[in-house]
C-alpha cells in the first residue's frame, strides 16, 4: 500500500464530501505526514495565541521516534480505517481499491 497515493486521497477528497476525517483525524494525518517526511520536530513549540499551530506541532511531537516507514504504514492504517467506516459509500470504496493497487 502506498504512502504517496494515500496521501493525494486525503488532499483530495472534497470538503462537502460525505468521506470527511475528523478534526482530530486531519491533525493525526498532519502529524505522521510531517514524521515520514521530516522526522522528529524540529521547531519549538509556537506561542499562546498561535493554537492552530500547537495543535498541528502537538500532532507531529506524538510521533516523535517512529521511523518513516511506521509513520507512513500509520498513516495508510489512519486512511483506511476512515474509508472501512463509509464502506457503504462510492467514493470510499474507490479510494480503498486505489490503495489496495498501489
Same mark, same amino acid.
Given at each position: 500500500?502506498?504512502?504517496?497515493?494515500?496521501?493525494?486521497?486525503?488532499?483530495?477528497?472534497?470538503?462537502? !464530501?460525505? +468521506?470527511?476525517? *475528523?478534526?482530530?483525524?486531519?491533525?493525526?494525518?498532519? #502529524?505522521? =505526514? $510531517?514524521?515520514?517526511?521530516? !522526522?522528529? +520536530?524540529?521547531? *519549538?513549540?509556537?506561542?499562546?495565541?498561535?493554537?492552530? #499551530?500547537? =495543535? $498541528?506541532?502537538?500532532?507531529?511531537?506524538?510521533?516523535?521516534?517512529?521511523?518513516?516507514?511506521?509513520?507512513?504504514?500509520?498513516?495508510?492504517?489512519?486512511?483506511?480505517?476512515?474509508?472501512?467506516?463509509?464502506?457503504?459509500?462510492?467514493?470510499?470504496?474507490?479510494?480503498?481499491?486505489?490503495?489496495?493497487?498501489?
Amino acid at each position: 500500500m502506498s504512502f504517496a497515493k494515500a496521501v493525494e486521497i486525503v488532499q483530495g477528497m472534497p470538503s462537502d !464530501g460525505e +468521506v470527511q476525517p *475528523s478534526q482530530d483525524d486531519k491533525l493525526k494525518f498532519y #502529524g505522521l =505526514y $510531517k514524521q515520514a517526511t521530516v !522526522g522528529d +520536530v524540529n521547531t *519549538s513549540r509556537p506561542g499562546l495565541f498561535d493554537l492552530a #499551530g500547537k =495543535y $498541528k506541532w502537538d500532532a507531529w511531537n506524538s510521533n516523535k521516534g517512529l521511523s518513516k516507514e511506521e509513520a507512513e504504514q500509520k498513516y495508510v492504517e489512519a486512511l483506511i480505517a476512515i474509508l472501512e467506516k463509509h464502506s457503504d459509500n462510492e467514493d470510499a470504496k474507490k479510494w480503498l481499491e486505489q490503495l489496495k493497487s498501489a
